[in-house]
């Protein structure tokens, strides 16, 4: 054991309480707060993310994601044009009413408005219902709950930030989601999705409201440790469908996590070397404004009539409609 607690090797005045992997340097709390701070500044700068006259609809979870993005934003931005958004996704266990109660001091705090809302009441069903719909038609989950959940809250944020004049979304996606976002499209070898992780990727269509992710730079590791230094107590209880996320993403992060180990940064090197690469690209791109989706009129990807969440919504109708008129005629 070292008798003597080293230093911090940017101030060398304080104690090192954090080690940063990737750039090889201990850092003290105070340091290693103000290293994410400018980090995430230089991200919002260098892509024009927003401005001081923007309206920002920040989506927040209650992880510690959101938690370190709040006590940056306020510091960047004038509270008074901050709206927080939580969505409650409706899965057994998770996302608990107290979780964001620990969100609302802080929103409070600020004097930050903070809207609260399921995704049952603004699509119709919840995730644990989009669930007991494949049972009760399959007998077995067919299509991830994470496929169902990630629509309902994009287009959930989507909606309020129309509704309340919002000029961005704000989201707290940091470089591990980043790293394999990238990744994921370019196995699958999508080059429209691929453009879209760029923060410089065009509006695919009026309908929706440019959505910025300021920690995009920032690894998840040290987003957990800014958020335990700082003593916020975010939700730490796991999704109980965790596991039942796509495979190519579960595995495309098993995969990244274990060359990090070994290469520490190379998750950053990778985004960074993506954004350049894509960017002259991006901003040529001129692509046509996407259709409408024929039943609820929102935008719906190239060569669809109905979009993917209508169609989902369908499949848990019709399930459980055939569940109670089978519970209404049972010898049927
Ligand atoms: Fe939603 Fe999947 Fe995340 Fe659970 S793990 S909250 S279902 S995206
Ligand atoms: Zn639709």
Request: net charge positive; hydrophobic share 35%; charged share 25%.
């Amino acid at each position: 054991m070292q008798g003597i607690m080293s230093l911090c090797d940017v101030c060398r005045s304080r104690s090192a309480t954090f080690y940063q992997k990737h750039s090889g340097l201990k850092l003290c709390k105070h340091c290693f707060f103000a290293d994410i701070e400018e980090r995430v500044q230089a991200e919002i700068r260098r892509y024009n993310m927003f401005e001081s006259s923007d309206k920002l609809l920040l989506a927040l979870s209650g992880g510690k994601d959101s938690f370190v993005l709040l006590d940056i934003i306020v510091r960047v931005h004038d509270a008074s044009k901050l709206v927080a958004l939580s969505i409650i996704e409706g899965i057994r266990g998770y996302n608990r009413p107290e979780d964001v109660e620990k969100l609302r001091t802080i929103t409070r705090k600020y004097g930050i408005d903070h809207i609260v809302v399921t995704i049952k009441e603004v699509i119709g069903y919840s995730v644990d219902d989009f669930v007991e719909a494949q049972y009760s038609m399959y007998g077995m989950i067919k299509i991830s709950p994470c496929t169902y959940c990630g629509l309902s809250r994009r287009r959930i944020l989507n909606l309020y930030a129309r509704k309340i004049g919002a000029s961005r979304v704000v989201t707290a996606h940091n470089l591990d989601d980043e790293a394999q976002t990238y990744l994921m499209n370019l196995l699958r070898g999508d080059p429209a999705r691929i453009i879209q992780v760029h923060p410089l990727s065009p509006l695919l269509s009026h309908s929706f409201v440019r959505r910025v992710k300021p920690l995009r730079k920032v690894y998840e590791y040290e987003s957990t440790a800014y958020a335990y230094l700082k003593g916020f107590r975010f939700q730490e209880t796991e999704c109980r469908y965790l596991e039942l996320r796509p495979t190519l993403r579960a595995r495309i992060r098993h995969y990244l996590y274990s060359l990090e180990d070994t290469s520490p940064g190379t998750l950053l090197r990778f985004v960074e070397f993506m954004d350049l690469l894509l960017e002259p690209y991006v901003k040529r791109q001129q692509l046509p404004e996407l259709p409408r989706c024929s039943v609820c009129g929102e935008p719906t990807s190239y060569r669809r009539e109905v979009c993917k969440l209508c169609e989902l919504v369908t499949m848990i109708k019709n399930a459980f409609r055939t569940k109670s008129n089978e519970q209404l005629n049972p010898h049927r």
